[in-house]
């Protein structure tokens, strides 16, 4: 049984940071690509960033560049989101995601596992 398990959302200031972790279970995951979107509310669910975890390769927002980093540890089997200078719109429930294939991971219907949702809220 798959699981993705969040954590480390949270409250911050703009200009703060904060650092997701997605806790990967059930299976191996070194053929899959991992995804990080988020949802505001009233909004629809928006890409942030990708990778692919054999080969490292990865893609971001364009709204996230320069901002958002993400990374994995193979032997803990978890991937991060390090987010810094962090801004008032980047408030939403972020989701971590897991595909079977690593292709067109900037799109949600890619993915066959999802997390539960980690909310990140930043104040002005």
């Known amino acids: 049984q798959v699981q993705l398990v969040e954590s480390g959302g949270g409250l911050v200031q703009a200009g703060g940071s904060l650092r997701l972790s997605c806790a990967a279970s059930?299976?191996?995951?070194?053929?899959?690509?991992m995804g990080w979107f988020r949802q505001a509310p009233g909004k629809e669910r928006e890409f942030v960033v990708a990778?692919?975890?054999?080969?490292?390769?990865?893609w971001y927002a364009d709204s996230v560049k320069g901002r958002f980093t993400i990374s994995r540890d193979n032997a803990k089997n978890t991937v991060y989101l390090q987010m810094n200078s962090l801004k008032p719109e980047d408030t939403a429930v972020y989701y971590c995601?897991?595909?079977?294939?690593?292709?067109?991971?900037?799109?949600?219907?890619?993915?066959?596992?999802w997390g539960q949702g980690a909310q990140v809220t930043v104040s002005s």
């Open positions: 059930g299976r191996s995951f070194s053929s899959y690509g």
């Open positions: 995601g897991a595909a079977r294939r690593t292709i067109a991971l900037m799109w949600h219907g890619s993915y066959d596992y």
């Open positions: 990778i692919s975890w054999s080969s490292g390769a990865t």
